[in-house]
T-cell receptor
Framework: GQSLEQPSEVTAVEGAIVQINCTYQ??????LSWYQQHDGGAPTFLSYNALDGLEETGRFSSFLSRSDSYGYLLLQELQMKDSASYFCAGNTNAGKSTFGDGTTLTVKP | SQTIHQWPATLVQPVGSPLSLECTVE??????LYWYRQAAGRGLQLLFYSVGIGQISSEVPQNLSASRPQDRQFILSSKKLLLSDSGFYLC?????????????FGPGTRLTVT
């Protein structure tokens, strides 16, 4: 089975940097994905790590350490529109994805 | 470009009534298709996924079923809804060439069972 843990809430101010951590226990682990979901909306794909290291996509970066069963999403130059829920998802080589319960990010002016 | 459609957007159904939610994808062939359910304030629970027509894998034993009658059509059904079936139902697709790691979600159906 799989389980993923991430903080339930994070608060930061505009322009700041915030890191959302995710630890996982997954058999057949293949990679870690990140999704953003605004209130009432559908999740949107942000980033994916299959290998250890940092993947950068604009203001967002994602990191994976397989040896530590740990990853994080880094959001830089925070904007008000970044207020949303962020989910990590563990993907297995059997084609299944298990989502964490999400981290609600509140960006304050 | 690829587009995923889901309908209806909201649905209120009495306990014991049947359910049919439809999802279609445009602009791609042979996608992997998924049904998820999201309870309020929680993550997404994978219900079913399909790698091809007629190929359905069930993740959670329950009173729901799924079918894939056409390549880009995925249907979620129930013969008799329970109160616990309430939630936000999301259909998603991914490109098999990119694995299961990038999934793209439809707008969702918010189901309330009364």
């Amino acid at each position: 089975g799989q389980s993923l843990e991430q903080p339930s809430e994070v608060t930061a101010v505009e322009g700041a940097i915030v890191q959302i951590n995710c630890t996982y226990q997954t058999s057949g682990f293949y990679g870690l994905s990140w999704y953003q979901q605004h209130d009432g909306g559908a999740p949107t794909f942000l980033s994916y790590n299959a290998l250890d290291g940092l993947e950068e996509t604009g203001r967002f970066s994602s990191f994976l350490s397989r040896s530590d069963s740990y990853g994080y999403l880094l959001l830089q130059e925070l904007q008000m529109k970044d207020s949303a829920s962020y989910f990590c998802a563990g993907n297995t080589n059997a084609g299944k994805s298990t989502f964490g319960d999400g981290t609600t990010l509140t960006v304050k002016p | 470009s690829q587009t995923i459609h889901q309908w209806p957007a909201t649905l209120v159904q009495p306990v014991g009534s049947p359910l049919s939610l439809e999802c279609t994808v445009e602009g791609t062939s042979n996608p992997n298709l998924y049904w998820y359910r999201q309870a309020a304030g929680r993550g997404l629970q994978l219900l079913f996924y399909s790698v091809g027509i007629g190929q359905i894998s069930s993740e959670v034993p329950q009173n729901l079923s799924a079918s894939r009658p056409q390549d880009r059509q995925f249907i979620l059904s129930s013969k008799k809804l329970l109160l616990s079936d309430s939630g936000f139902y999301l259909c998603a697709w991914s490109d098999p060439g990119q694995g299961f790691n990038e999934q793209y979600f439809g707008p969702g159906t918010r189901l309330t069972v009364t």
